[in-house]
């Protein structure tokens, strides 16, 4: 199976939340991110979570961890047009002193007026 | 601008030619990866450079080489473009893993 796993795609209303899950394999990573990724550019970092925190909140973004799961999910209030892109999920892996992002395939969220 | 900077970022190859895909960091990081992204298959490590003067291969490796040139530049070489290396290739950098990962813009590759 694969390492860090999405659903492919969620369409929700302007004004709804959005809700992205992810799960991941590896219980030894150390942080876990949420990247966006507009048409035509590259990954940008949303937000991230130490594996010993549950939750964190940025503004519209909150992100849940579930370690016992291996289970970590976006929420995005007041989801707006602007909010349609693909969204990735990614763990860390320890890889001989460094680390290595593993990505899902990411989630591709439209967002209808 | 601080961040990624990947060069050329469109290029339109035949087959059996090479080239080089050229990338550069200016915020001192350590750690620095090269990924494909192909439709419906996420992003896929080709190699990466844990730190200046070592590199290893990811999941997909075969068909490329790097180098890391030094702390700021780490290039991608195909040697003999195929038809299913046309993708979008992501150069990425990081403090070793930690606190994120900065991605540049990407180059769009089609090898015909």
């Given at each position: 199976g694969e390492d860090v796993e999405q659903s492919l795609f969620l369409s929700v209303r302007e004004g709804d939340s959005s809700v992205i899950n992810c799960t991941y394999t590896d219980?030894?990573?150390?942080y876990l991110y949420w990247y966006k990724q507009e048409p035509g550019a590259g990954l940008q970092l949303l937000t991230y979570i130490f594996s010993n925190m549950d939750m964190k909140q940025d503004q519209r973004l909150t992100v849940l961890l579930n370690k016992k799961d291996k289970h970590l999910s976006l929420r995005i209030a007041?989801?707006?047009?602007?909010?349609s892109a693909i969204y990735f999920c990614a763990e860390n892996k320890g890889a001989g002193g460094s680390y290595i992002p593993t990505f899902g395939r990411g989630t591709s969220l439209i967002v209808h007026p | 601008n601080a961040g990624v900077t990947q060069t050329p970022k469109f290029q339109v190859l035949k087959t059996g030619q090479s080239m080089t895909l050229q990338c550069a960091q200016d915020?001192?990081?350590?750690s620095m990866y090269w990924y494909r992204q192909d439709p419906g298959m996420g992003l896929r490590l080709i190699y990466y450079s844990a730190s200046e003067g070592t590199t290893d291969k990811g999941e997909v490796p075969n068909g490329y080489n790097v180098s890391?040139?030094?702390?700021r530049e780490f290039s991608l070489r195909l040697e003999s473009a195929a038809p299913s290396q046309t993708s979008v290739y992501f150069c990425a950098s990081s403090v070793q893993g930690r606190y994120g990962y900065t991605f540049g813009s990407g180059t769009r590759l089609t090898v015909v």
């Open positions: 219980s030894s990573s150390t007041d989801t707006q047009t602007g909010d | 915020m001192n990081h350590n890391r040139l030094n702390k």
